[in-house]
């Protein structure tokens, strides 16, 4: 009592320790820091625990695993080490633990017949693959042996046995005539589970001499045949005749006729049997039974029903298949075999067993020094399964004591790990009938904390909704995560705001004081780091006025208005529906900033119309109805549909045509275009009406073809300008003859969707094509070059046949045949189709860079044989990503590209590619399953090139004869600055420009003062940055120097006489005489003439308005610069630099949709691009006068004032 007590208590006291357990690290799925870790090996891909090869072909057997550092592979065969150097048939991958043993170059495949298991280990542990069983398949040939001809009376039972071979897997047995034409099969005669062909009673028309029996053996693609068979079955009527004076009374073959008799199983013999299944197998039982009427079969449960939707029956009810069985569907299974004259049964006592199968399998644990952790292994099975642990591969009995590690059945538990703890575990749950085996390690890590986020990123979302703001991480210890917002804010807390496990923010009702920037710290023992975001909260978007509903009169106008109000740094799209669909391609539909116009209403415009609107963050919508009413009434004529015709006649009855007539309905004052004739097929879609033909207004009978095996109902439908009537009263009814099919299906193809099948397809006959009962389709197939016979199985009305264990894409010439209860369709023509591809095995080989320029580079790869491709080769993908700026010397989050080209190229181009950068890349072969291996990574490397505009120009702190200059270095400095070019010069009152100056500056500084300038002058600043390549584009800024105190005072002086009454009336007669004669010369300039002002703006045009095109609205006379002279001008007034003193950088012209398919590229035959890559770049200041705006009336004003 004392003992069990203690056993109590010791166990309770393990549940606490494994609850109070830290819980195990969980690594990010991140490219980078899985690179940078250190791991235990991880098995990734392994040959089948059972590898049937095929013995003419080499024999590779997989073994790939992970780690850091990358581990090295071992193997063991029938459980002694394998030494592949001492055998020169067996070679292994390089990188790669995968085997290839050549057997096509004299190596022998029962020489490798063995259980394999491969190690795979690194410093912190090894993992070991399944015992992989590798057997070469056999397809042996039919034993010779003497067969009796079969005589058999009329109504007894036969089984003809089939014996097949045993082979390796077992073949596919099927019986088929010296035609090679399957043998029919029906509840009378069927074939068995195990080949042989049963008869439950022989009947005169099943004499032959050529039953076959065939046995396919997939793996090695052989069929094997046996001896064909022959049947003789004697009637009774002319057996008497014949034997009667031989034959005394009691002989069997006395002159008793056929008698029907009662059932008797054939097979399974006896009153019981037994079966065992696995669990998740598919459960076969079968009964097969003689007698005369052929008897039926039915299945019962005792004490239970058949499984829903997992039930089957089979062989015309005789097989019984049960899918997914499991331990419940053990029981006893009853057969019952019944005639009119009596019933047999069988009962089959089913076991279900169970192959082990996990209920928790081993997961790898990351953990700290110091801390706790459990590996669990849990698995069921029948019988129930042992559990077994082994160590880096070594039974854990003897493997290297651990202080750390206690071993407690399926659970081992780890206490205050260290470094040397980690390790690869192995569970192995085995029984009788097989063994699960899992790797899980253990990996002990000390790394201070990360976080995966991109630094800035931005988060926009619209108010009132959730914003959630990333912040992955990872360390060991794991670290803490706190959140702050600002950059000096204090720690957020409170229930306004939810904090993830895996380090988000969630700000569950986002407001626009939620707007800011947020910071993310992550800290644990060994270190601290932090990382901001930014969040932007948008206002929503919102329907203001919505469309209502409407009424309009037939051929009226409709409009339809949905005015929106939106934040104004989203760009909202408007999409108009009708009915949930696309508006009609009708330019009646007239689509306005705020409203929907319809012009000329129909009847077919009647519906619900609904206005769309879509941002980036949000989409709001509002629906609307029309109706369309007819106008009011006129005493005009009324014009109408007609009346439907009436009184069809059909006459001339043929089997393949037919005479139909009919009288006219009223036109309604529009006569009649048109007879519409339509037909319903009441045998195979009644109900449904489809398109005969048409025939013109003056006609009233039409001679109609017709298909076999249909019956035909005909209506007929008048069509005037006004429309189209109801359908006239059905026709009498005439069903056509049946026939052989005068068609076969269309659309044949030929496509695996496994590496190991063909899928065969066609389109379906339509059901006046079957031309009669039955229709059937005979679906054959052979390989190309290869098979000179036809396999060839006739399927039921269905659209797809299934040919498995085929080889990998290989080609296959398929032809599929209609038929029916009344023969066959004319002979089908051949298609040519493929087995399942599977993914290409090889990556492309001497992958080889050119740069061109700094943004563009020439890609080179030797293309793959195409025998690895094992697949339609579609191209190759490049995918290529940065790895860091030579300039800034910082990473970045790496976002790879990819550029797809199509067929069989060997080369490409990478556009769009940063200046001095380091870059990565690697291609891979593209087939219809996916994508290949990568071939190593190649590293190239851009040159510099010149810098973009420097980010900001400030000029501050004016005094009378000096400026201060500030900026920002170039954001894309795309090279080594070496100094920055400074250009400016005078601007009078005329606008006219000054000598030019040109300083060059280092280009470690960030501001300048200009001193020695003119008091109230307003200068132009050009100023630009450049790289040993050459100078960027430039940034442009105006300022002015403040005016002298002494010339203020002397103007001030002066105000009294321009404050006379004479002086101020003067001047406003001046004024009125310029206003009236620049209003003369806009006159004159708007029909095309010259003026004075004119020219002189013609010769001093402004560099800052750009050439336009001439549906830009832009005058004509700005579309040219006529010499360098006229680049550089002050700017326009509507046109200066914004408020913020900085200039917005030009759009670059390139993109990367010139270039290949990952972004939308196009590419000639050669590789090359289509389209010139280029850029634009401001053009140089020069000295000079020039004048920047076009007269006006105000301009004058302001400068004569």
């Not at 969040?535 to 949905?562: A, H, N, W």
């Not at 108009?576 to 391609?585: A, S």
């Not at 209403?601 to 963050?617: A, K, P």
């Not at 030579?886 to 200046?915: A, C, D, Y």
Request: hydrophobic fraction near 35%; charged fraction near 20%.
């Amino acid at each position: 009592m004392m003992r069990k007590k203690s056993v109590s208590a010791s166990k309770a006291s393990l549940v606490l320790f494994l609850c109070q357990m830290i819980s195990a690290l969980e690594v990010p799925l991140d490219s980078k820091l899985l690179e940078e870790l250190s791991q235990p090996p991880t098995i990734t891909q392994q040959s089948p625990k059972d590898y049937i090869v095929d013995p003419r072909e080499n024999i590779v057997i997989q073994c790939e695993a992970k780690g850091k550092p990358p581990p090295s592979f071992s193997w063991t065969r029938n459980g002694t080490h394998f030494d592949i150097d001492k055998d020169a048939q067996v070679t292994m991958k390089p990188n790669s633990g995968t085997l290839v043993i050549n057997i096509m170059n004299g190596g022998k495949a029962e020489a490798y017949e063995g259980v394999y298991q491969c190690t795979a280990r690194n410093e912190r542990g090894a993992a070991i693959s399944n015992n992989i069983v590798i057997r070469p398949s056999r397809s042996p040939l039919w034993t010779k042996e003497k067969l009796e001809p079969n005589q058999v009376r009329e109504g007894d039972s036969l089984v003809l046995h089939c014996r097949p071979p045993v082979g390796l897997p077992p073949p596919i047995i099927f019986w088929m005539d010296n035609a090679f034409q399957r043998l029919p099969q029906s509840e009378r005669v069927s074939q068995g589970l195990n080949g042989d062909l049963y008869f439950s009673n022989v009947q005169p028309e099943d004499t032959r001499e050529d039953y076959i029996c065939y046995a396919r053996f997939n793996h090695t693609q052989t069929i094997q045949q046996k001896q064909p068979i022959s049947v003789k079955v004697f009637s009774m009527d002319s057996l008497n005749d014949t034997i009667a004076a031989n034959l005394s009374d009691t002989d069997i073959y006395g002159a008793k006729p056929v008698t029907e008799r009662q059932p008797v199983l054939l097979t399974p013999t006896g009153s019981t049997s037994t079966k065992v299944e696995l669990r998740g197998n598919v459960l076969l039982l079968e009964c097969i039974a003689a007698g005369l009427p052929t008897p039926v079969i039915r299945w019962i449960k005792e004490g239970g029903e058949l499984p829903a939707n997992r039930t089957f029956f089979e062989n015309f009810k005789k097989t019984l298949k049960i899918i997914d069985v499991s331990e419940a569907d053990s029981g006893n299974y009853k057969c019952i075999a019944r005639n009119i004259l009596g019933s047999a049964h069988h009962v089959i006592s089913v076991t279900v067993k169970a192959a082990p199968y996990w209920i928790t399998a081993p997961r790898n644990l990351v953990l700290s020094p110091g801390e706790d952790g459990t590996l669990i292994c849990r698995a069921n099975g029948n019988p129930k399964p042992n559990i077994s642990w082994l160590a880096n591969g070594v039974p854990i009995a003897i493997a290297p004591e651990d202080p750390s590690r206690k071993v407690d059945g399926d659970t081992i538990i780890f206490s205050h790990v260290q470094e040397r703890s980690s390790a690869v575990y192995q569970c192995n749950a085995s029984n009788e009938y097989g063994y699960l085996l899992a790797n899980a390690f253990v990996n002990v890590l000390a790394e201070p904390p990360r976080i995966l986020t991109s630094a800035n990123k931005l988060y926009q979302v619209i108010s009132d909704s959730p914003a959630l703001l990333d912040c992955a991480y990872f360390g060991s210890p794991k670290p803490e995560i706190e959140w702050f917002k600002g950059v000096k804010g204090s720690i957020l807390r409170g229930n306004e705001y939810i904090f993830h496990d895996n380090g988000t923010l969630e700000i569950p009702v986002a407001q626009k004081d939620s707007t800011g920037t947020y910071t993310c710290v992550a800290r644990n023992e060994l270190g601290k780091i932090q990382n901001e975001v930014q969040l932007e909260v948008k206002d929503p978007t919102m329907i203001i006025k919505q469309p209502e509903y409407k009424v309009v009169q037939r051929y009226g106008q409709v409009s339809f208005e949905c005015i929106i109000k939106h934040d104004s740094t989203l760009l909202p799209t408007v999409i108009w529906l009708k009915d949930n669909d696309e508006l009609p391609d009708d330019e009646r539909f007239l689509v306005g900033k705020d409203n929907l116009t319809i012009m000329n209403v129909t009847d077919r415009d009647d519906g619900t119309y609904t206005c769309i609107v879509n941002t980036t963050l949000d989409s709001v919508s509002a629906s609307a109805v029309l109706t369309v009413v007819a106008a009011p009434p006129t005493p005009a004529i009324i014009y109408a549909r007609p009346n439907p015709p009436f009184d069809l006649e059909l006459t001339g009855q043929l089997e393949r045509s037919v005479e139909l007539s009919w009288i006219p309905g009223d036109e309604n004052n529009s006569p009649i275009t048109n007879f519409v004739i339509e037909y319903e097929d009441g045998l195979h879609e009644p109900g449904v009406w489809h398109y005969q033909t048409e025939v013109p207004g003056t006609q009233t009978t039409v001679q109609l073809k017709l298909s076999p095996y249909v019956n035909y109902s005909f209506r007929v439908i008048a069509v005037n300008e006004i429309g189209r009537s109801q359908p006239s009263e059905p026709s009498e009814q005439y069903l056509t003859k049946s026939a052989s099919p005068d068609e076969n299906p269309s659309n044949v193809q030929g496509i695996g969707s496994e590496p190991d099948n063909l899928v065969i397809t066609w389109e379906s006959l339509k059901g006046f094509q079957s031309n009669g009962p039955g229709l059937q389709y005979k679906v054959s197939w052979r390989q190309k070059d290869v098979d000179d016979e036809w396999t060839s199985v006739i399927v039921a009305n269905v659209s797809k046949y299934i040919v498995s264990g085929t080889p990998t894409f290989v080609p296959y010439e398929i032809k599929v045949q209609a038929l029916n209860d009344l023969g066959y369709a004319p002979e089908p023509s051949e298609v040519i189709g493929h087995s399942g591809e599977d993914l290409p095995m090889v990556a492309p080989g001497n992958v080889q860079v050119h740069v061109v320029n700094s943004t563009l580079a020439k890609v080179h790869w030797d293309p793959v044989p195409l025998k690895t491709v094992r697949g339609h080769l579609q191209g190759y993908k490049v995918y290529y990503w940065k790895v860091q700026s030579l300039s800034r010397r910082s990473r970045r989050h790496v976002e790879k590209k990819i550029l797809t080209f199509r067929g069989n190229k060997t080369f490409g181009m990478l556009p769009g590619l940063e200046p001095y950068s380091s870059y990565k890349l690697n291609v891979r072969v593209v087939n219809g399953k996916g994508e290949g291996p990568a071939s190593p990574d190649k590293v190239f490397k851009t040159p510099e090139g010149v810098p973009s505009s420097p980010s900001f120009l400030k000029i501050t702190n004016p005094t009378l004869d000096s400026l201060t200059l500030e900026w920002g270095s170039p954001t894309h400095p795309n090279g080594v600055l070496t100094s920055y070019i400074l250009k400016f010069q005078p601007i009078n009152n005329t606008h006219e420009l000054g000598p030019l100056v040109e300083i060059r500056i280092p280009a470690n500084e960030s501001s300048l003062i200009l001193k020695n300038l003119n008091y109230s002058t307003r200068y132009k600043f050009y100023f630009n940055a450049q790289t040993s390549v050459g100078s960027g584009s430039q940034i442009t800024e105006e300022a002015v120097t403040i005016m002298d105190e002494g010339k203020m005072a002397m103007a001030s002086r002066q105000v009294d006489i321009a404050t006379q009454g004479w002086f101020i009336g003067l001047m406003c007669a001046v004024a009125l005489l310029i206003l009236i004669l620049l209003i003369v010369c806009f006159i004159r300039r708007n029909k095309g003439g010259k003026y004075p002002v004119k020219e002189k703006e013609d010769a001093h045009a402004d560099p800052e308005i750009q050439p336009m095109k001439e549906d830009d609205g832009t005058f004509g006379e700005y579309r040219s610069l006529e010499s360098d002279a006229e680049d550089h001008k002050p700017l326009k007034k509507g046109s200066r630099t914004p408020s913020d003193r900085t200039v917005k950088k030009e759009d670059s012209d390139d993109s990367l949709v010139d270039y290949g398919e990952g972004v939308n590229g196009q590419f000639n035959e050669d590789g090359s691009f289509i389209g010139q890559y280029s850029g634009k770049k401001e053009k140089e200041p020069a000295e000079g006068n020039e004048s920047s705006e076009a007269p006006s009336p105000v301009n004058a004003m302001n400068s004569f004032v």
